[in-house]
Nanobody, 122 residues
């Protein structure tokens, strides 16, 4: 099995910064892509940022220039640095990973972290 454990997030004033981290462990042969999604109350979960195993990054338009995703592939960890936070960034943030599992019959599946609350006060 594969587990994703998140840390970071919390409460911050508008204009502040927070860092979110995610660590993947378990039967991992390779991680093809890592990412962060968020879900605000009453809204659908949306992509915030992603990074491929080749370090190609992708950001939602709403966070470009403010958020940065980075990964340490050797440690199966990735972070989301959030700067210049706005009240509309308030949401539960979830990390995810597209994992190729180890074992006699490898398969690829998407795994999710448990979610971390980010609250930005105006």
């Amino acid at each position: 099995q594969v587990q994703l454990v998140e840390s970071g997030g919390g409460l911050v004033q508008a204009g502040g910064s927070l860092r979110l981290s995610c660590v993947a462990s378990g039967s991992i042969a390779k991680i093809n892509a890592m990412g962060w999604y968020r879900q605000a109350p009453g809204k659908q979960r949306e992509l915030v940022a992603s990074i491929s195993s080749g370090d190609t990054t992708n950001y939602a338009d709403s966070v470009k220039g403010r958020f940065t995703i980075a990964a340490d592939n050797a440690k199966n960890t990735w972070n989301l640095q959030t700067n210049s936070l706005k009240p509309e960034d308030t949401a539960v943030y979830y990390c995810n990973a597209d994992v190729v599992t180890r074992g006699p019959i490898p398969y690829t599946a998407r795994y999710w972290g448990q979610g971390r609350q980010v609250t930005v006060l105006s």
